[in-house]
């Protein structure tokens, strides 16, 4: 990151946002991955070292939310609808066009939705007000998340478990599970390991 918290080579022409911090050592692709930020949160996101955020993520923060992602994560395309708290661990693999969301931001009754689609439409920012408290996200270390999938408010995805593309996650998934479907469903165990020594030790030490 330049001085000046723009990216060199970056298209567009933004800032990284100053409660952000980003590692050194990270891979940051693009300012545009903000343009739906809004969190005032101190800290509000950190991108651990040698973490992979490429073209198409975005973090998609209220004013509260923060997000943690840890040393050598890589996302791509993925999309964080935060407005509480979201944690990725260390060695994860986020793929594209998945959401991870902890909040709904709109009620479930329909007439709820119309009348807070009518105060927005009242609104000089034309935003929905918070609609919803939002409960936090906790994915583990090396956990694989495949395309499309999604993520629901609240759920927590052990270390060292698999979620199958197009999959919506509305429960809680065990450590070293391989999930899919919607709702998704326990398919299969795999073999627990120390992950963190096997993910620590794969990382290079800092120059």
């Not at 050598?72 to 594209?96: A, H, K, P, Y």
């Not at 927005?120 to 583990?140: K, N, T, Y």
Request: glycine share 10%.
């Amino acid at each position: 990151m330049n001085p000046d918290r723009t990216l060199p080579g970056d298209w567009h022409p933004g800032r990284v946002p100053t409660n952000v911090d980003v590692d050194p050592e990270a891979y940051l692709e693009t300012t545009y991955s903000f343009q739906l930020f809004r969190s005032q949160a101190e800290n509000a996101i950190k991108i651990g070292r040698g973490a992979s955020i490429y073209l198409g993520v975005m973090f998609d923060l209220g004013p509260e939310g923060r997000v943690n992602i840890g040393q050598f994560t890589l996302m791509n395309g993925c999309r964080i609808i935060c407005d509480r708290q979201v944690e990725i661990g260390d060695g994860c693999l986020i793929s594209w066009n998945t959401i991870l969301m902890d909040s709904h931001r709109v009620p479930a009754s329909a007439p709820a939705r119309r009348a807070l689609l009518e105060a927005a439409a009242r609104r000089e920012d034309r935003r929905l007000a918070p609609a919803e408290v939002g409960r936090p996200i906790q994915i583990g270390d090396g956990v694989w998340i495949g395309f499309d999938a999604c993520v629901l408010p609240g759920v927590r995805i052990g270390e060292g478990s698999v979620v199958g593309a197009r999959s919506v996650v509305t429960d809680d998934v065990p450590a070293f599970s391989v999930v899919a479907g919607n709702p998704a469903r326990l398919l299969r165990t795999l073999a627990p390991t120390d992950l963190r020594a096997e993910l620590l030790a794969q990382c290079p030490p800092p120059a």
